[in-house]
């Protein structure tokens, strides 16, 4: 005799949805050739760190949060202008032994990629390492530094036709965009 087993609608729809991504990883590939959907580096390595980049007094700051990760552990290389950062976060082995309500931190290898700009000069990079924070300092190339270009806004006349006069106004465009900024242009008063 047969066990009675419950129904599960959700074991059905989840079943189906693993198909249909099968049959569309399938046909992505044979339609772009092999290589595609592959997972991307970081997703293979596991994490990656959160990063952030800025421009401050002529430098180029990349900051990346990797909080739990041993300085012996991190990696940093520039080969032409892609910046890779790669570590690991090892798992305590004796916490492995306790039993786990909830757990969100992500453990094992990380790798994080970007595109310096143009002009970055590999042998001025210096990197600092504290409190879980990696900082890579550069000098930045001149083409990112921001230039200020007066604007003059002519103010309404008035009921009399005279003009009241002009106030002066910067407005700060970065001098090239690019993948490591972010920088919107400022009206600086």
């Known amino acids: 005799m047969a066990a009675l087993t419950p129904w599960k609608p959700m074991r059905e729809i989840d079943a ?8 569309f990883d399938h046909l992505t590939r044979e339609f772009f050739g092999p290589g595609w959907g ?7 390595a596991g994490w990656e760190p959160a990063i952030e980049c800025y421009l401050d007094k ?3 700051i990349i900051r990346a949060e990797v909080p739990g990760v041993e300085a012996k552990d991190v990696n940093i290389s520039v080969v032409g202008n892609e910046l890779t950062i790669a570590g690991e976060r090892k798992r305590d082995t004796t916490e492995e032994a306790g039993g786990y309500f909830y ?5 094992g290898k990380f790798l994080r990629k970007m595109t310096l700009p143009d002009g970055i000069d590999a042998d001025k990079i210096k990197t600092a390492y504290k409190n879980g924070i990696l900082e890579i300092t550069m000098p930045a190339p001149k083409q990112l530094i921001s230039k200020k270009i007066p604007l003059e806004v002519q103010r309404p006349t008035s009921s009399a036709g005279v003009a009241r006069g002009f106030t ?3 407005l700060v465009i970065p001098a090239t965009p690019n993948k ?3 920088a919107r242009p400022a009206i600086v008063r």
């Open 16 to 23: 189906l949805w693993r198909r249909m991504d099968e049959m």
């Open 58 to 60: 002529g430098e180029l």
């Open 168 to 170: 002066t106004m910067a």
């Open 180 to 182: 490591c900024s972010t």
């Open 38 to 44: 592959e997972p991307s580096s970081a997703e293979a």
């Open 103 to 107: 757990q969100e931190l992500p453990y």
